[in-house]
Protein backbone atom coordinates (compact mmCIF):
# COMPACT_ATOMS: atom_id res chain seq x y z
CA UNK A 1 0.00 0.00 0.00
CA UNK A 2 1.23 3.64 -0.76
CA UNK A 3 2.48 5.59 2.17
CA UNK A 4 -0.32 8.21 0.59
CA UNK A 5 -2.83 5.53 0.85
CA UNK A 6 -1.80 5.07 4.77
CA UNK A 7 -1.79 8.54 6.04
CA UNK A 8 -5.06 8.59 4.57
CA UNK A 9 -6.56 5.48 6.14
CA UNK A 10 -5.05 6.28 9.06
CA UNK A 11 -5.67 9.86 9.88
CA UNK A 12 -9.23 9.36 7.73
CA UNK A 13 -10.09 6.28 10.36
CA UNK A 14 -8.92 8.70 13.17
CA UNK A 15 -11.40 11.47 11.67
CA UNK A 16 -13.84 9.17 11.54
CA UNK A 17 -13.98 7.84 15.10
CA UNK A 18 -14.08 11.82 15.71
CA UNK A 19 -16.88 12.03 14.02
CA UNK A 20 -19.02 9.22 15.22
CA UNK A 21 -17.34 9.60 18.90
CA UNK A 22 -18.95 13.33 17.88
CA UNK A 23 -22.30 12.12 17.30
CA UNK A 24 -23.05 9.59 19.65
CA UNK A 25 -22.34 12.06 22.52
CA UNK A 26 -24.78 14.59 20.74
CA UNK A 27 -27.45 12.23 20.36
CA UNK A 28 -26.96 10.78 23.59
CA UNK A 29 -27.10 14.07 25.31
CA UNK A 30 -29.79 15.64 22.94
CA UNK A 31 -32.16 12.23 24.61
CA UNK A 32 -31.32 13.47 28.05
CA UNK A 33 -32.18 16.23 27.26
CA UNK A 34 -35.52 15.83 25.86
CA UNK A 35 -36.21 13.48 28.81
CA UNK A 36 -35.21 16.62 31.14
CA UNK A 37 -37.83 18.43 28.68
CA UNK A 38 -40.44 16.70 29.05
CA UNK A 39 -40.39 16.35 33.07
CA UNK A 40 -40.43 20.00 32.74
CA UNK A 41 -42.79 21.32 30.09
CA UNK A 42 -45.16 18.49 30.83
CA UNK A 43 -45.64 17.68 34.50
CA UNK A 44 -43.93 20.72 36.33
CA UNK A 45 -46.57 22.78 34.30
CA UNK A 46 -49.30 21.01 35.49
CA UNK A 47 -48.11 21.47 39.32
CA UNK A 48 -47.91 24.76 38.48
CA UNK A 49 -51.92 25.16 37.82
CA UNK A 50 -53.06 23.03 40.49
CA UNK A 51 -50.80 25.15 42.75
CA UNK A 52 -52.55 28.59 41.33
CA UNK A 53 -55.90 27.05 41.34
CA UNK A 54 -55.54 25.96 45.02
CA UNK A 55 -55.04 29.25 45.70
CA UNK A 56 -57.39 30.83 43.81
CA UNK A 57 -59.91 28.44 45.69
CA UNK A 58 -59.07 29.78 48.91
CA UNK A 59 -59.80 33.29 47.86
CA UNK A 60 -62.85 32.73 45.65
CA UNK A 61 -65.04 33.98 48.06
CA UNK A 62 -63.01 36.88 48.97
CA UNK A 63 -61.88 38.12 45.93
CA UNK A 64 -63.88 38.31 42.50
CA UNK A 65 -60.79 37.81 40.65
CA UNK A 66 -59.89 34.65 42.02
CA UNK A 67 -62.60 33.03 39.76
CA UNK A 68 -61.07 34.30 36.28
CA UNK A 69 -56.89 33.12 37.59
CA UNK A 70 -58.98 29.78 38.79
CA UNK A 71 -60.70 29.52 35.02
CA UNK A 72 -57.55 30.88 33.50
CA UNK A 73 -55.28 27.82 34.93
CA UNK A 74 -58.35 25.58 34.16
CA UNK A 75 -57.92 26.55 30.79
CA UNK A 76 -54.00 25.92 30.79
CA UNK A 77 -54.58 22.51 32.73
CA UNK A 78 -57.25 20.79 30.18
CA UNK A 79 -54.51 22.07 27.08
CA UNK A 80 -51.65 20.56 28.92
CA UNK A 81 -52.91 16.84 29.73
CA UNK A 82 -50.05 14.23 29.28
CA UNK A 83 -50.65 11.61 31.11
CA UNK A 84 -53.48 8.36 31.40
CA UNK A 85 -55.92 9.24 33.29
CA UNK A 86 -55.21 13.00 33.74
CA UNK A 87 -58.32 13.73 31.12
CA UNK A 88 -60.99 12.23 33.35
CA UNK A 89 -59.66 14.19 36.44
CA UNK A 90 -59.59 17.27 34.81
CA UNK A 91 -63.22 17.50 33.33
CA UNK A 92 -64.31 15.97 36.72
CA UNK A 93 -62.32 19.42 37.72
CA UNK A 94 -63.99 21.46 35.57
CA UNK A 95 -67.49 19.84 36.25
CA UNK A 96 -66.96 20.51 39.69
CA UNK A 97 -65.48 24.38 39.49
CA UNK A 98 -68.95 24.79 37.65
CA UNK A 99 -70.64 23.38 40.03
CA UNK A 100 -69.36 25.61 42.62
CA UNK A 101 -69.55 28.92 40.20
CA UNK A 102 -73.33 28.03 40.30
CA UNK A 103 -73.55 27.60 43.85
CA UNK A 104 -71.06 29.18 45.37
CA UNK A 105 -72.78 28.81 49.34
CA UNK A 106 -71.97 24.47 48.23
CA UNK A 107 -69.75 24.10 50.57
CA UNK A 108 -69.19 20.10 49.22
CA UNK A 109 -67.77 21.50 45.85
CA UNK A 110 -64.33 22.84 46.85
CA UNK A 111 -63.33 19.96 49.01
CA UNK A 112 -64.22 18.07 45.39
CA UNK A 113 -62.18 20.26 43.58
CA UNK A 114 -59.08 20.00 46.20
CA UNK A 115 -59.68 16.28 45.73
CA UNK A 116 -59.59 16.33 42.03
CA UNK A 117 -56.26 19.25 42.15
CA UNK A 118 -54.53 16.50 44.62
CA UNK A 119 -55.31 13.70 42.38
CA UNK A 120 -53.70 15.65 39.34
CA UNK A 121 -50.95 16.55 41.14
CA UNK A 122 -50.15 12.73 42.49
CA UNK A 123 -50.69 11.90 39.21
CA UNK A 124 -48.11 14.25 37.35
CA UNK A 125 -45.47 13.45 40.29
CA UNK A 126 -45.82 10.22 39.83
CA UNK A 127 -44.91 10.62 36.08
CA UNK A 128 -42.03 12.90 36.75
CA UNK A 129 -40.38 10.22 39.29
CA UNK A 130 -41.48 7.81 36.48
CA UNK A 131 -39.51 9.99 33.78
CA UNK A 132 -37.03 10.78 35.92
CA UNK A 133 -35.75 7.30 36.27
CA UNK A 134 -35.82 6.39 32.54
CA UNK A 135 -33.62 9.81 32.02
CA UNK A 136 -31.26 8.21 34.24
CA UNK A 137 -31.29 4.95 32.64
CA UNK A 138 -30.69 6.75 29.65
CA UNK A 139 -27.64 8.63 31.00
CA UNK A 140 -26.47 5.24 32.18
CA UNK A 141 -26.68 4.11 28.88
CA UNK A 142 -25.11 6.99 27.21
CA UNK A 143 -22.40 7.06 29.52
CA UNK A 144 -21.60 2.87 28.64
CA UNK A 145 -21.98 3.75 24.82
CA UNK A 146 -19.70 7.19 25.04
CA UNK A 147 -17.41 4.99 26.95
CA UNK A 148 -17.18 1.76 25.04
CA UNK A 149 -16.86 3.87 22.09
CA UNK A 150 -14.40 6.12 23.12
CA UNK A 151 -12.17 2.85 24.43
CA UNK A 152 -12.84 1.92 20.40
CA UNK A 153 -11.27 4.96 19.59
CA UNK A 154 -8.06 4.85 21.84
CA UNK A 155 -7.55 1.66 20.44
CA UNK A 156 -7.68 1.85 16.98
CA UNK A 157 -5.51 5.53 17.75
CA UNK A 158 -3.07 3.55 19.55
CA UNK A 159 -2.59 1.25 17.08
CA UNK A 160 -2.19 3.51 14.81
CA UNK A 161 0.49 5.52 16.54
CA UNK A 162 2.43 2.38 17.22
CA UNK A 163 2.48 1.04 13.30
CA UNK A 164 1.88 4.41 10.94
CA UNK A 165 5.14 5.92 12.58
CA UNK A 166 7.17 2.91 12.03
CA UNK A 167 6.05 2.84 8.72
CA UNK A 168 7.30 5.81 7.60
CA UNK A 169 10.51 6.39 10.00
CA UNK A 170 12.12 2.92 9.43
CA UNK A 171 12.26 3.37 5.99
CA UNK A 172 13.73 6.83 6.28
CA UNK A 173 16.29 5.88 8.47
CA UNK A 174 17.60 2.31 6.32
CA UNK A 175 17.75 5.28 3.80
CA UNK A 176 19.73 7.86 5.86
CA UNK A 177 22.08 5.07 6.88
CA UNK A 178 22.34 3.57 3.74
CA UNK A 179 23.61 6.83 2.29
CA UNK A 180 25.88 7.64 4.72
CA UNK A 181 27.52 4.56 3.54
CA UNK A 182 27.50 6.09 0.07
CA UNK A 183 29.41 8.95 1.31
CA UNK A 184 31.87 7.14 3.20
CA UNK A 185 32.48 5.49 -0.49
CA UNK A 186 31.03 1.75 0.38
CA UNK A 187 29.28 2.34 -3.18
CA UNK A 188 28.36 -1.26 -2.48
CA UNK A 189 25.39 -0.06 -0.19
CA UNK A 190 21.85 -1.44 -1.26
CA UNK A 191 18.69 -0.65 0.38
CA UNK A 192 16.15 -3.35 0.24
CA UNK A 193 12.60 -2.56 1.02
CA UNK A 194 10.36 -5.05 -0.40
CA UNK A 195 6.93 -3.35 0.15
CA UNK A 196 4.79 -1.53 -3.12
CA UNK A 197 4.85 2.17 -1.95
CA UNK A 198 6.79 4.83 -2.53
CA UNK A 199 9.75 4.51 -0.36
CA UNK A 200 10.17 1.32 -2.41
CA UNK A 201 10.56 3.36 -5.56
CA UNK A 202 12.97 5.42 -4.01
CA UNK A 203 14.96 2.72 -2.83
CA UNK A 204 14.85 1.55 -6.48
CA UNK A 205 16.20 4.82 -7.61
CA UNK A 206 19.16 4.64 -4.48
CA UNK A 207 20.18 1.45 -5.79
CA UNK A 208 20.23 2.64 -9.43
CA UNK A 209 22.57 5.74 -7.81
CA UNK A 210 24.62 3.44 -6.00
CA UNK A 211 25.19 1.37 -8.62
CA UNK A 212 26.11 4.16 -10.75
CA UNK A 213 28.27 5.46 -8.73
CA UNK A 214 29.76 2.31 -8.30
CA UNK A 215 30.67 1.76 -12.13
CA UNK A 216 31.91 5.05 -11.96
CA UNK A 217 34.33 4.24 -8.82
CA UNK A 218 35.46 1.57 -10.86
CA UNK A 219 36.27 3.61 -14.02
CA UNK A 220 38.84 5.54 -15.52
CA UNK A 221 37.02 8.75 -15.09
CA UNK A 222 36.84 8.16 -11.24
CA UNK A 223 40.72 8.20 -11.27
CA UNK A 224 40.74 11.25 -12.97
CA UNK A 225 38.62 13.16 -11.02
CA UNK A 226 40.56 11.90 -8.15
CA UNK A 227 43.90 13.24 -9.73
CA UNK A 228 41.79 16.51 -10.82
CA UNK A 229 40.76 16.72 -7.17
CA UNK A 230 44.21 16.01 -6.22
CA UNK A 231 46.01 18.44 -8.11
CA UNK A 232 43.38 21.39 -6.97
CA UNK A 233 44.36 20.79 -3.58
CA UNK A 234 48.20 20.75 -4.45
CA UNK A 235 47.72 24.01 -6.17
CA UNK A 236 45.81 25.65 -3.26
CA UNK A 237 48.39 24.37 -0.59
CA UNK A 238 51.07 25.87 -2.70
CA UNK A 239 52.67 28.89 -0.63
CA UNK A 240 53.65 30.58 -3.81
CA UNK A 241 50.69 32.39 -5.81
CA UNK A 242 49.26 30.59 -8.68
CA UNK A 243 46.76 31.06 -11.56
CA UNK A 244 45.55 29.40 -14.39
CA UNK A 245 43.77 30.59 -17.65
CA UNK A 246 42.23 28.96 -20.51
CA UNK A 247 42.57 29.44 -24.01
CA UNK A 248 39.95 31.79 -24.08
CA UNK A 249 41.61 33.44 -21.14
CA UNK A 250 38.88 32.95 -18.27
CA UNK A 251 40.76 32.09 -15.02
CA UNK A 252 39.79 28.45 -14.43
CA UNK A 253 41.69 28.00 -10.84
CA UNK A 254 43.71 30.80 -8.31
CA UNK A 255 44.87 29.18 -5.10
CA UNK A 256 44.20 31.24 -1.95
CA UNK A 257 47.89 32.90 -2.21
CA UNK A 258 47.48 34.88 -5.66
CA UNK A 259 43.79 35.33 -4.41
CA UNK A 260 45.57 37.19 -1.44
CA UNK A 261 47.62 39.73 -3.44
CA UNK A 262 44.61 40.28 -6.01
CA UNK A 263 42.50 41.32 -3.13
CA UNK A 264 39.57 39.41 -4.77
CA UNK A 265 37.21 36.88 -3.53
CA UNK A 266 37.59 33.54 -5.48
CA UNK A 267 33.77 33.84 -6.95
CA UNK A 268 35.11 37.44 -8.26
CA UNK A 269 38.11 35.68 -9.65
CA UNK A 270 37.57 32.12 -10.45
CA UNK A 271 35.30 31.93 -13.32
CA UNK A 272 35.76 35.05 -14.51
CA UNK A 273 37.45 36.86 -17.97
CA UNK A 274 41.11 38.28 -17.31
CA UNK A 275 40.60 40.60 -19.79
CA UNK A 276 38.17 42.03 -17.98
CA UNK A 277 39.75 42.10 -14.78
CA UNK A 278 42.76 43.44 -16.05
CA UNK A 279 40.52 47.14 -16.91
CA UNK A 280 39.59 47.29 -12.97
CA UNK A 281 42.59 45.22 -11.09
CA UNK A 282 45.99 47.28 -11.45
CA UNK A 283 47.95 43.86 -10.24
CA UNK A 284 45.63 41.69 -12.88
CA UNK A 285 46.79 44.07 -15.23
CA UNK A 286 50.75 43.55 -14.06
CA UNK A 287 50.09 39.91 -14.11
CA UNK A 288 48.65 39.89 -18.05
CA UNK A 289 50.57 42.54 -20.05
CA UNK A 290 52.84 39.89 -20.90
CA UNK A 291 49.80 37.93 -22.11
CA UNK A 292 48.65 40.75 -23.54
CA UNK A 293 52.10 41.55 -25.50
CA UNK A 294 52.06 45.26 -23.82
CA UNK A 295 54.64 44.48 -21.57
CA UNK A 296 57.29 47.18 -22.10
CA UNK A 297 59.85 46.25 -19.06
CA UNK A 298 63.47 44.84 -20.24
CA UNK A 299 64.53 41.94 -19.03
CA UNK A 300 62.99 39.94 -15.94
CA UNK A 301 62.52 42.57 -13.42
CA UNK A 302 60.82 41.17 -9.88
CA UNK A 303 57.51 42.63 -9.59
CA UNK A 304 56.82 44.92 -6.17
CA UNK A 305 53.71 44.13 -4.55
CA UNK A 306 52.26 44.37 -1.30
CA UNK A 307 51.53 41.16 0.80
CA UNK A 308 52.90 39.50 3.97
CA UNK A 309 51.82 43.36 5.26
CA UNK A 310 55.49 44.44 3.37
CA UNK A 311 56.21 45.22 0.17
CA UNK A 312 57.20 41.97 -1.06
CA UNK A 313 58.96 40.72 -4.51
CA UNK A 314 58.01 38.15 -6.87
CA UNK A 315 59.03 36.62 -10.36
CA UNK A 316 56.91 35.54 -13.07
CA UNK A 317 56.90 33.25 -15.08
CA UNK A 318 54.16 32.38 -17.33
CA UNK A 319 53.53 28.47 -18.69
CA UNK A 320 51.88 27.66 -21.64
CA UNK A 321 50.48 24.07 -21.42
CA UNK A 322 49.87 22.99 -25.31
CA UNK A 323 48.27 19.35 -26.19
CA UNK A 324 49.06 17.82 -29.67
CA UNK A 325 45.36 16.71 -30.53
CA UNK A 326 45.33 12.94 -31.64
CA UNK A 327 45.51 12.26 -35.52
CA UNK A 328 47.72 16.15 -35.78
CA UNK A 329 51.01 17.31 -35.20
CA UNK A 330 50.40 20.74 -34.48
CA UNK A 331 50.15 21.49 -31.21
CA UNK A 332 47.19 23.26 -29.73
CA UNK A 333 47.45 26.19 -26.64
CA UNK A 334 45.01 25.02 -24.00
CA UNK A 335 46.22 26.49 -21.00
CA UNK A 336 48.64 29.07 -19.34
CA UNK A 337 49.70 29.30 -15.67
CA UNK A 338 51.05 32.27 -13.99
CA UNK A 339 53.17 31.14 -11.45
CA UNK A 340 54.55 33.76 -8.82
CA UNK A 341 58.11 33.51 -6.84
CA UNK A 342 58.23 35.12 -4.06
CA UNK A 343 61.91 36.71 -3.66
CA UNK A 344 61.93 39.20 -1.14
CA UNK A 345 64.37 37.24 0.70
CA UNK A 346 66.78 37.05 -1.74
CA UNK A 347 66.26 41.21 -3.19
CA UNK A 348 66.72 41.96 0.51
CA UNK A 349 69.93 39.85 0.73
CA UNK A 350 71.09 41.45 -3.01
CA UNK A 351 70.49 44.96 -1.25
CA UNK A 352 72.58 44.07 1.11
CA UNK A 353 75.19 42.82 -1.17
CA UNK A 354 74.80 45.87 -3.11
CA UNK A 355 75.47 48.20 -0.51
CA UNK A 356 78.00 46.32 1.30
CA UNK A 357 79.90 46.28 -2.55
CA UNK A 358 79.18 49.67 -2.77
CA UNK A 359 81.16 50.50 0.34
CA UNK A 360 83.81 48.36 0.44
CA UNK A 361 84.55 49.79 -3.42
CA UNK A 362 84.26 53.63 -2.00
CA UNK A 363 86.65 52.49 0.57
CA UNK A 364 89.33 50.81 -1.54
CA UNK A 365 89.42 53.90 -4.13
CA UNK A 366 91.01 56.00 -1.69
CA UNK A 367 94.13 53.52 -0.80
CA UNK A 368 94.26 52.53 -4.52
CA UNK A 369 94.80 55.88 -5.34
CA UNK A 370 97.72 56.19 -2.39
CA UNK A 371 98.95 53.31 -3.69
CA UNK A 372 99.53 55.03 -7.04
CA UNK A 373 100.43 58.49 -5.77
CA UNK A 374 103.35 56.70 -3.92
CA UNK A 375 104.92 54.80 -7.12
CA UNK A 376 104.59 57.74 -9.03
CA UNK A 377 107.20 59.24 -6.35
CA UNK A 378 108.96 56.06 -6.38
CA UNK A 379 109.72 56.74 -10.20
CA UNK A 380 111.00 60.15 -9.67
CA UNK A 381 114.59 60.21 -9.39
CA UNK A 382 114.71 63.03 -7.25
CA UNK A 383 113.89 59.99 -4.43
CA UNK A 384 116.55 58.05 -5.46
CA UNK A 385 117.69 56.25 -8.38
CA UNK A 386 115.83 52.24 -9.00
CA UNK A 387 117.51 49.20 -10.20
CA UNK A 388 115.82 47.30 -12.93
CA UNK A 389 114.53 44.63 -10.70
CA UNK A 390 113.14 47.76 -8.73
CA UNK A 391 111.89 49.33 -11.94
CA UNK A 392 109.81 45.92 -12.61
CA UNK A 393 108.12 45.52 -9.12
CA UNK A 394 107.09 48.79 -9.54
CA UNK A 395 106.03 48.62 -12.99
CA UNK A 396 103.75 45.21 -11.50
CA UNK A 397 102.31 47.33 -8.87
CA UNK A 398 101.44 49.73 -10.91
CA UNK A 399 99.25 47.77 -13.26
CA UNK A 400 97.90 45.59 -10.55
CA UNK A 401 96.75 48.80 -9.30
CA UNK A 402 95.52 50.18 -11.86
CA UNK A 403 93.65 46.58 -12.32
CA UNK A 404 92.26 47.33 -9.23
CA UNK A 405 91.17 50.51 -9.85
CA UNK A 406 89.00 49.62 -12.66
CA UNK A 407 87.85 46.32 -10.88
CA UNK A 408 86.72 48.97 -8.22
CA UNK A 409 85.32 51.50 -10.54
CA UNK A 410 83.43 48.72 -12.36
CA UNK A 411 81.89 47.65 -8.83
CA UNK A 412 80.54 51.11 -8.22
CA UNK A 413 78.97 51.33 -11.27
CA UNK A 414 77.18 47.91 -10.43
CA UNK A 415 75.83 49.33 -7.45
CA UNK A 416 74.85 52.15 -9.35
CA UNK A 417 72.91 50.16 -11.75
CA UNK A 418 71.04 47.26 -9.07
CA UNK A 419 70.04 50.13 -6.68
CA UNK A 420 68.00 51.60 -9.70
CA UNK A 421 69.93 55.18 -8.92
CA UNK A 422 71.59 55.43 -12.21
CA UNK A 423 71.93 59.32 -13.23
CA UNK A 424 72.31 60.02 -16.98
CA UNK A 425 72.42 63.25 -18.56
CA UNK A 426 70.61 62.43 -21.54
CA UNK A 427 71.31 65.34 -24.31
CA UNK A 428 72.22 65.65 -28.08
CA UNK A 429 75.53 64.73 -28.59
CA UNK A 430 77.99 63.49 -31.73
CA UNK A 431 78.69 59.63 -31.98
CA UNK A 432 81.92 60.26 -33.63
CA UNK A 433 83.38 61.95 -30.94
CA UNK A 434 82.29 59.93 -28.05
CA UNK A 435 83.77 56.85 -30.43
CA UNK A 436 87.16 58.87 -31.07
CA UNK A 437 87.50 59.29 -26.90
CA UNK A 438 87.16 56.11 -26.56
CA UNK A 439 89.83 55.21 -29.34
CA UNK A 440 92.13 57.65 -27.58
CA UNK A 441 91.36 56.05 -24.05
CA UNK A 442 92.48 52.61 -25.53
CA UNK A 443 95.11 54.02 -27.89
CA UNK A 444 98.14 53.20 -25.77
CA UNK A 445 96.65 49.20 -24.79
CA UNK A 446 95.88 48.97 -28.91
CA UNK A 447 99.76 49.98 -29.86
CA UNK A 448 101.01 47.35 -26.67
CA UNK A 449 99.93 44.94 -29.40
CA UNK A 450 100.06 46.51 -32.56
CA UNK A 451 96.30 46.52 -33.01
CA UNK A 452 94.93 48.49 -35.78
CA UNK A 453 91.60 49.96 -35.42
CA UNK A 454 89.75 51.10 -38.68
CA UNK A 455 86.93 53.83 -38.75
CA UNK A 456 84.31 53.30 -40.81
CA UNK A 457 81.64 56.30 -40.62
CA UNK A 458 79.04 57.46 -42.52
CA UNK A 459 79.94 61.48 -43.83
CA UNK A 460 76.37 62.94 -42.33
CA UNK A 461 74.90 61.61 -39.46
CA UNK A 462 72.51 62.65 -36.81
CA UNK A 463 73.28 63.64 -33.66
CA UNK A 464 72.27 60.90 -31.16
CA UNK A 465 70.41 61.31 -27.61
CA UNK A 466 72.66 60.13 -24.79
CA UNK A 467 74.33 60.36 -21.67
CA UNK A 468 78.04 61.02 -23.18
CA UNK A 469 79.96 60.11 -20.23
CA UNK A 470 78.09 56.69 -20.00
CA UNK A 471 77.96 56.04 -23.89
CA UNK A 472 81.71 56.68 -23.84
CA UNK A 473 82.53 54.27 -21.05
CA UNK A 474 80.58 51.40 -22.86
CA UNK A 475 82.72 51.87 -26.00
CA UNK A 476 85.59 51.86 -23.98
CA UNK A 477 84.90 48.73 -22.41
CA UNK A 478 83.64 47.13 -26.24
CA UNK A 479 87.07 48.24 -27.78
CA UNK A 480 88.83 47.15 -24.76
CA UNK A 481 87.39 44.02 -24.82
CA UNK A 482 88.13 44.18 -28.48
CA UNK A 483 91.65 44.24 -27.99
CA UNK A 484 92.37 42.02 -25.31
CA UNK A 485 90.77 38.99 -27.15
CA UNK A 486 92.36 39.87 -30.85
CA UNK A 487 95.31 38.89 -31.61
CA UNK A 488 98.59 40.92 -32.59
CA UNK A 489 99.28 42.48 -35.46
CA UNK A 490 95.55 42.33 -36.31
CA UNK A 491 92.80 44.90 -37.32
CA UNK A 492 89.41 45.97 -35.18
CA UNK A 493 86.99 47.59 -37.47
CA UNK A 494 84.83 50.16 -35.84
CA UNK A 495 81.83 51.11 -37.69
CA UNK A 496 79.13 54.35 -37.66
CA UNK A 497 76.41 54.55 -39.65
CA UNK A 498 72.34 55.44 -39.84
CA UNK A 499 69.75 52.86 -40.25
CA UNK A 500 65.69 53.04 -39.52
CA UNK A 501 66.45 57.08 -37.58
CA UNK A 502 69.05 55.29 -35.39
CA UNK A 503 72.61 55.14 -35.22
CA UNK A 504 74.32 51.89 -34.71
CA UNK A 505 78.13 51.87 -33.26
CA UNK A 506 79.87 48.31 -34.55
CA UNK A 507 83.48 47.26 -32.90
CA UNK A 508 84.29 44.32 -34.53
CA UNK A 509 87.63 42.40 -33.96
CA UNK A 510 89.65 39.04 -35.30
CA UNK A 511 89.94 36.95 -32.41
CA UNK A 512 88.78 33.70 -31.29
CA UNK A 513 85.35 34.66 -31.34
CA UNK A 514 82.49 33.43 -28.56
CA UNK A 515 81.31 29.45 -28.50
CA UNK A 516 77.94 29.25 -28.85
CA UNK A 517 77.02 27.70 -25.63
CA UNK A 518 78.13 31.35 -23.93
CA UNK A 519 76.51 33.65 -26.41
CA UNK A 520 74.13 33.73 -24.66
CA UNK A 521 75.55 34.26 -20.94
CA UNK A 522 78.08 37.54 -21.74
CA UNK A 523 75.49 39.59 -20.53
CA UNK A 524 75.23 38.00 -17.25
CA UNK A 525 76.63 39.46 -14.33
CA UNK A 526 79.96 37.72 -13.28
CA UNK A 527 80.06 35.78 -16.16
CA UNK A 528 83.33 35.49 -17.63
CA UNK A 529 83.85 32.76 -20.62
CA UNK A 530 86.35 29.82 -19.27
CA UNK A 531 89.80 29.95 -20.04
CA UNK A 532 90.16 33.56 -20.98
CA UNK A 533 92.36 35.15 -18.97
CA UNK A 534 91.48 36.48 -15.33
CA UNK A 535 90.93 40.01 -15.87
CA UNK A 536 88.26 41.94 -14.14
CA UNK A 537 85.22 40.21 -12.58
CA UNK A 538 82.77 39.73 -15.62
CA UNK A 539 81.09 42.78 -14.97
CA UNK A 540 81.66 45.31 -18.16
CA UNK A 541 78.91 43.68 -20.44
CA UNK A 542 76.51 43.31 -17.61
CA UNK A 543 77.16 47.09 -16.77
CA UNK A 544 77.22 48.45 -20.78
CA UNK A 545 74.02 46.72 -21.37
CA UNK A 546 72.11 48.86 -18.49
CA UNK A 547 73.73 51.79 -19.75
CA UNK A 548 72.53 51.69 -23.12
CA UNK A 549 69.15 50.20 -21.87
CA UNK A 550 68.44 53.03 -19.90
CA UNK A 551 69.04 55.41 -22.45
CA UNK A 552 66.62 53.60 -24.44
CA UNK A 553 69.01 52.15 -26.68
CA UNK A 554 70.27 48.26 -27.44
CA UNK A 555 73.08 46.30 -27.06
CA UNK A 556 73.97 42.92 -29.25
CA UNK A 557 76.63 40.84 -30.42
CA UNK A 558 77.10 38.71 -33.50
CA UNK A 559 79.73 36.16 -33.13
CA UNK A 560 81.26 32.82 -35.00
CA UNK A 561 83.70 30.69 -33.08
CA UNK A 562 86.86 31.18 -34.38
CA UNK A 563 86.05 34.01 -36.60
CA UNK A 564 86.01 36.90 -33.96
CA UNK A 565 83.08 38.92 -32.68
CA UNK A 566 81.09 42.10 -33.33
CA UNK A 567 79.35 44.20 -30.75
CA UNK A 568 76.76 46.63 -31.95
CA UNK A 569 75.31 49.60 -29.88
CA UNK A 570 72.26 50.99 -31.15
CA UNK A 571 71.33 54.78 -29.77
CA UNK A 572 68.62 56.94 -30.80
CA UNK A 573 68.61 59.44 -33.30
CA UNK A 574 68.14 63.72 -31.96
CA UNK A 575 65.79 64.29 -35.68
Known amino acids: MKIKSKLILGLGALFSLIIFLSILGILKINSLSKATENILVDNYRTLEYARDMLKALDKIHADEKAIDIFKDNLTKQQNNITEIGETELTDSLAAHFIKLIQNQSDTLAPFEIRNDLNRIVHLNMAAIQEKSAIAQKKAKNAVLWIGVTAIFCFIISFILLLRLPGNIANPIRELTESTRQIAAKNYSQRVQLEKHNEFSELAKSFNSMAEKLEEYNNSNLARMMMAIKR ?26 EARKITGLEKGHLVGKNADELAVTND ?49 KLISQVI ?71 ELLNMTQVESGKIQLSIIPANAKDILNYAIKATKMQAEQKKISLEIDCSPELPRVLVDSEKTAWVLTNLISNAIRYSYDNSTIHLTIKEQNKKVLISVKDTGQGIAPQY ?45 GSSFTVMLNSFA
Do not use: C, W
Open 519 to 563: KDKIFNRYFRIPGTKKEGVGLGLSISKEFIEAQGGQITVESEFGS
Open 339 to 409: LLRNVTSYKELDFAKTNFIATVSHEFKTPISSIKMSLQLLEKNQIGPLNNEQKNLITSIKDDADRLLNITG
Open 283 to 331: LMRELLQELFGASQKKGKEPLKIFADGKESYFEKEILNITLEPQGTQDK
Open 231 to 256: MDALIEKMNEPVIGLDENRIIIFAND
